[in-house]
Structures are given as C-alpha cells and as structure tokens.
C-alpha cells in the first residue's frame, strides 16, 4: 500500500524557493566580492568562495541576480500576504512557544509528526529571514542610490549606517540558511517534499 | 581596523584573470564528477555568461537614467565632516601622480560644441566660481567628504555653444584616463568643473588642473586631469567602463 501522502508545498511556493535560493546564492557570493574591495571588519571572505572574479564582475552579478531576487520576493510576499498562506503557515507565534520549541529541538526532541504544520522555532525562523531578505532590498536601495533615495537612507544611519545594516542582514540570512540546510539533513524527507509539494505523514 | 583607504588592489585585476578565477569558481562549484566536460565547454558558457551579465548593466544604465532626477540634490555637509586626509584614489599609485605644467595647459573641446578654441587656465580661472562640500562613494564601498570649487559644468557647456540635446559628454585626460557621462548628469546643478580641493589650488593627487565633480555618480566617474571635452551622440565609454564597471554608475 502506497503511505499516506500529504500536500505541504503550493506549486507558487516550490518555484519561488528555488529561484530565491539561486539568487540569494548569487547575491551573497559575489557580496562578498564586494564586501573584500573595502572590508568593514578586519577580515576579507577567502576569494574561492566569491563570485565574479573581480569587483566589477562582482557588481555585475550582484547588480543582475538583483532583478530576480526581487521580482520574485515580490510574487512570494504578495502571494504569501493575499492567499493567506502566511498566516496559515506562520501564525500564530509567541516568543514563549519559540523558546520552547527551540530548546527542544537543541535536545534533539523537536516532534515531527506532521510536516505540514510547522512548529515555532521554524514560523520564527522562516519569518526573520523574510525580514532580513526585506532589510537587505531597502538597505541595498540605499546603497545602490545614496543620493536618489537620500531621503529614506536617513531611517537606517545614511549611506555608511546603510553598510553594515547591510552586512549584518545578510550574516543573519547566512545563519538561517545554515541552520536551515542542517534542519533538512536531519530530516532528510522534507528535502524531496520541495519539489514534489507532498511528503509522507509521518517516517 | 580599516584597511588604508585607497587601496585598490581589486581594480587592478584585469578581465582576463577574472574570468579564470570565475571559472575556477563555477567548477569548485558544479564540479560533480564532470570536470573534463566542463574545461571543454567553459569558455563557450563563460562567453554566453559574460554577455547577459553585458547585457544586465545595460538595462541597469537604463533605469538609473530613469531614477535620476535633475533637481534631485545630492547632500551638503558642513566643513566639520571634511575627511582629512582625503583618499588619493587612480588606476596607478600615489608615486605615479603626473606633473602638469599649468603655464603649458589648455583645455581642448571637440565634437558638438559651436566655440571650440582650447581654453587656458587664466581663462577658466576667471569664470564664476561656486564651492560644494560634498560626498565621494567610490565603486570599492568607502566614502569621504571633499570640498571642490569651480565652474557649473552646465554654465560652461553653455557658453561653448555645447549642443545639450546631444547624449554624451567625454572626457580625455592627461593621464590616459578616460570616461563619459550622460547629459542630464553633465546638466546637474551640483556637476562643476574644478580647480580647487579645500580652498586650494587642486594638488596633481587630487587632478591638477582639473576634475569633474559629480556628487551624483560613483568616485570613478569624476574624471581629473581634464585634456579634453567633447559632445556626441555615439557611446564613447571609458577606462574602467570598457573593462566591465557599469557605466552610468549613478549615486
């Protein structure tokens, strides 16, 4: 008998992981490029792991991959917002069941019995990086465009504020990502699920 | 903490370099077991890359060009937020500044301009001045905060009968440098033709006789040892441009 089979992913949902995954991936390596031209910290990211060669084929890449992060932040937000799948998926959330759900999942006890719903530690996680993903555009607006878009660049220090709340966004982004991609190889059922859209009610 | 401002190691890489470090990238990276096939068809794929990235900058002047304005001002700042020192920044180092001979100079204009007779310092020197205390970002991520004084660049272009219906503006410049802008940056209120960096002569580090000051485009675009202007409607790009900086390059 075939085992029970669960809808977990909306076919919207699945693409618009995959292409933001593509161009988060773009948009932090060859960040880092540019990060290494004029590094803020007293560290640079080892060149192996940049993209773009050089800074003007850092700027490319980032300047290019930048079109689709957005444009398809713009379908998963607003999709997110208007089908209600946000808060179906995300809500509701308290900080008390975060920590609870967090400190069991460091001792390894985190439940799994339905994939479909997910537990707070993860609404918490998967809502910061929304944000993140959102601090890192209007971050980058300031960055791309100091002067054009001076007046706003005043809510976050101006140009140089703008800098290294850029640089601390995408360092969140990347210990999510982390956590993120560990998360699915311990639980390693939940990877196919992001293609297929359906996963097993329980292993 | 910070690494000396200035230092532009990162620029000095050619193309060339770059795209062998890319694609050593792209295997370290999609290397399954496919090595030998890749080498072979890397610089097909690179060139395939290399041009919708081209083609990404491209698009990219095109929106700049549409998000500029032209009373849009770029932020003053009081004399107390000068950087001093301020960063010497060129394609070569500090020692290799060139000496320009003022007695010597003149200015050279070309292409659509009505009144091109070249034009000497003494000349320049009495037009009308202003001063501007203004904000330099480089390409590289560091900004610094200068005060220039000079002509309005667009006062000038008027007053050699520049066609400002025209698309581009060029510059060449003594040290073989070389970059171009668009019309409506060269028509800014705040884009002046210089001749002096904090109440000084302009020094031969900072451009003697002349840099372009555009408070509105990246550090890169300010061009400085001025030899010559010209008007046209044909791309004319530039030093860095040509090697893949984008070339509106707008603040």
Request: net charge positive; charged share 20%.
């Amino acid at each position: 008998m075939a085992p029970e089979m669960t809808k977990v992913h909306p076919l919207i949902v699945r693409i618009a992981h995959w292409l933001n995954a593509l161009a988060v991936l773009i948009m932090i390596s060859s960040g880092w490029r540019i990060y290494n031209s004029d590094p803020l910290f007293d560290f640079s990211f080892p060149d192996q792991v940049t993209l773009g060669g050089w800074l003007a084929g850092a700027l490319q890449w980032h300047f290019a991959a930048m079109w689709l992060f957005v444009l398809n932040g713009i379908v998963y937000v607003s999709y997110g917002i208007l089908s209600g799948h946000f808060r179906r998926k995300l809500l509701p959330i308290s900080p008390l069941a975060i920590l609870r759900d967090v400190a069991s999942a460091l001792r390894g006890k985190l439940a799994h019995d339905d994939l479909s719903v997910y537990n707070a530690a993860q609404r918490a996680a998967y809502l910061a990086l929304i944000l993140l993903l959102i601090v890192l555009v209007l971050t980058g607006l300031v960055l791309w465009k100091p002067v054009q878009f001076y007046w706003y660049g005043q809510f976050m220090g101006d140009y140089e504020g703008a800098r290294f709340l850029h640089f601390f966004a995408m360092a969140g982004v990347g210990f999510i990502v982390v956590v993120h991609v560990a998360m699915v190889a311990l639980v390693p059922r939940t990877f196919p699920s992001m293609f297929t859209g359906r996963i097993r009610r329980s292993a | 903490m910070k690494k000396i401002m200035g230092s532009s190691f990162e620029k000095y890489r050619t193309p060339e370099v770059a795209r062998m470090e890319r694609r050593l990238f792209l295997k370290q990276g999609l290397s399954l077991g496919a090595l030998t096939m890749l080498t072979g068809c890397a610089i097909t794929e690179e060139e395939g890359v290399q041009k919708v990235l081209s083609r990404m900058s491209g698009w990219n002047d095109d929106v700049q060009a549409k998000l500029f304005s032209a009373n849009r001002l770029a932020p003053e700042f009081p004399e107390s937020r000068i950087t001093n020192p301020f960063p010497f920044n060129a394609y070569y180092s500090e020692e290799e500044v060139i000496d320009v001979d003022g007695g010597k100079y003149k200015l050279e204009l070309g292409g659509m301009i009505k009144e091109r007779k070249p034009w000497t310092l003494p000349e320049l020197y009495a037009l009308p001045q202003v001063s501007q205390i203004t904000r330099h970002i480089c390409v590289e991520g560091w900004s610094a905060i200068g005060k220039w004084t000079g002509v309005r660049f667009s006062d000038f272009l008027q007053r050699v009968g520049a066609d400002t219906t025209a698309k581009y503006v060029g510059f060449q410049c003594l040290d073989d440098y070389s970059t171009s802008i668009d019309m409506a940056t060269a028509l800014h209120p705040q884009t002046l033709l210089t001749f002096k960096f904090a109440d000084q002569l302009l020094p031969p580090k900072y451009g003697f006789p002349m840099k372009l000051r555009m408070p509105t485009k990246l550090g890169f675009k300010n061009p400085k040892h001025i030899a010559s202007i010209f008007v046209t409607n044909e791309y004319p790009g530039g030093y860095w441009e040509d090697k893949g900086y984008n070339w509106f390059s707008g603040s």
